[in-house]
């Protein structure tokens, strides 16, 4: 089972991304999915969430209304658009599929996880 996040770089604030997180080996489509980042010296954080069939979505306040949180199960892959992107919001992007069919902003209620990818945003 592999969760593989991809679509990191280095861009320039006020740039967008648009990360990938491809599953292979089990499908999720009957499972929450999250995406948490992870700055240097900080704990991993949540960033948002979406429930199994997209009808539900969750953001942490600090992207809110700049990041949009997607999947498409038949693809088994959710994506994270990026927007209006800040200096403080360069760190490793992990992707994960929770437990249950729903979301949750605590890393521990998640099973699977991608191996990162990074987002640097420079000035």
Same mark, same amino acid.
């Given at each position: ?6 679509g990191g770089g280095l861009v ?7 990360? +990938? ?13 999250g995406w948490f980042c992870q700055a240097p010296g900080?704990? /991993?954080? &949540? ?9 539900? $979505? ?8 700049? &990041? ?39 890393? /521990?209620?998640? +099973?699977?996880?991608?191996?990162? $990818?990074?987002? $640097?945003?420079?000035?």
């Amino acid at each position: 089972v592999q969760l593989q996040a991809s679509g990191g770089g280095l861009v320039q604030a006020g740039a967008s991304l648009r990360l +990938t997180c491809a599953a292979s080996g089990r499908r999720f489509t009957n499972n929450g999915m999250g995406w948490f980042c992870q700055a240097p010296g900080k704990e /991993r954080e &949540f960033v948002a969430g979406i429930s199994w069939n997209g009808g539900f $979505t969750y953001y942490a306040d600090s992207v809110k209304g700049r &990041f949009t949180i997607s999947r498409d199960n038949a693809k088994n892959t959710v994506y994270l658009q990026m927007d209006s992107l800040k200096l403080e919001d360069t760190a490793v992007y992990y992707c994960a599929a929770a437990r249950g069919g729903s979301y949750s902003t605590d890393w /521990r209620s998640y +099973t699977y996880w991608g191996q990162g $990818t990074l987002v $640097t945003v420079s000035s």
